[in-house]
């Protein structure tokens, strides 16, 4: 800590400052001065001002040098992966020379992409956003003072998953008359994009001959003979 230490007499003449730490005294030279102290405790601050006539006076202030609190993530650990989505718990916690244990809102969970998102140990989260985070727990004492703790933390894209297709008409092994206009419908659907439409649907027949696309086609020159009707469903990831 720096501590001004500075005084003065009807003289304008100040002999002498001393500065009386919690052990030991110390003396500095007259005028404003900066005494580096790193020692945690209170000290006293003692001016002792001499005039020229050999008389004294002192001023005494006291002053508490705070040491600040440590804090330490225990979990998950530094380098973690997750899928995005996926109900992280970040756990830690906070210890202060003075206070003791530090909990509840005197610990705080900051990501450098998203922002603070918690406080307090456990702190569950599942909207992360997809990226390489630095995760910081802050810990605060009662006075201010603050210490922390970093771990990186990946979070990635879940894998693509595959949509689904299914024709609602005509029903399996219908038959109809060569010629006849025929009504083709059906839906798609994928876990990541939801229902699928327009060009995302496409019909064609075995023989891979496109037919047309979107939830519903007609068609009248199908052959003669058995005819196997395909949909298929592409979401936006292929």
Avoid: K
């Amino acid at each position: 800590a720096r501590l001004p230490v500075a005084g003065e007499h009807d003289d304008g003449d100040l002999r002498r400052a001393l500065f009386q730490p919690a052990q030991g005294l110390e003396t500095v030279d007259p005028g404003e001065h900066r005494v580096e102290r790193d020692d945690v405790g209170t000290h006293l601050v003692q001016l002792i001002a001499t005039d020229s006539q050999g008389a004294t006076d002192t001023a005494d202030v006291s002053i508490r040098i705070n040491a600040p609190p440590t804090a330490n993530i225990t979990d998950p650990a530094d380098g973690s992966s997750f899928t995005v989505g996926t109900n992280v718990s970040f756990r830690g916690d906070g210890s202060d020379p003075e206070d003791g244990s530090i909990s509840g809102g005197s610990l705080v969970w900051t990501s450098s992409l998203d922002g603070v998102f918690g406080s307090g140990s456990p702190t569950n989260e599942n909207g992360l956003a997809i990226g390489v985070h630095t995760i910081t727990l802050t810990a605060t004492d009662s006075d201010g003072a603050s210490g922390i703790d970093q771990i990186s933390v990946t979070i990635s894209a879940a894998p693509n998953q595959s949509p689904t297709a299914t024709i609602t008409i005509p029903s399996q092994d219908t038959t109809v008359t060569q010629g006849d206009a025929v009504s083709f419908t059906g839906t798609g659907s994928d876990p990541e994009d939801g229902p699928l439409t327009g060009s995302a649907l496409q019909w064609e027949t075995a023989a891979g001959t496109a037919l047309g696309s979107g939830g519903t086609i007609v068609r009248s020159d199908l052959p003669l003979g058995p005819n196997t009707i395909r949909l298929i469903a592409t979401d936006t990831q292929g």
